[in-house]
């Protein structure tokens, strides 16, 4: 059982830039492929960022590309979404979760979950 917890979420102004950070309270990332998805309030949940294991590949959401990156440190157990040039858009609740496949995946397909961190950017 893998637990996840994120932090790193706040209010930022336009233009600015957060960290959004994953680790896991229980358990290890060892062999997991991670997500990263945001859900506002009414609509679905979707894709923004995936990482493979151990790290070597990663996809984005058409959205977020060239201003969003994710990386993972292993040896922690964290994995990490730098989001620079944040847009009032990117208000909502970021999710991390993790896969049990080696490969990134922008679907849902994925196990565990964290409990989300809230990220408000302001215009």
């Known amino acids: 059982q893998v637990q996840l917890v994120e932090s790193g979420g706040g209010l930022v102004q336009a233009g600015g830039s957060l960290r959004l950070s994953c680790a896991t309270s229980r358990g290890t990332f060892s062999g997991y492929a991670m997500g990263w998805f945001r859900q506002t309030p009414g609509k679905e949940r979707e894709f923004v960022a995936t990482i493979s294991w151990p790290g070597e590949s990663t996809d984005y959401a058409d959205s977020v590309k060239g201003r969003f990156s994710t990386s993972r440190d292993n040896a922690k157990s964290i994995v990490y979404l730098q989001m620079n040039s944040l847009k009032p858009e990117d208000t909502a609740v970021y999710y991390c979760?993790?896969?049990?496949?080696?490969?990134?995946?922008?679907?849902?397909?994925?196990?565990?979950w964290g409990q989300g961190t809230q990220v408000t950017v302001s215009s």
């Open positions: 979760a993790a896969r049990m496949s080696r490969l990134p995946s922008r679907t849902g397909d994925y196990k565990y």
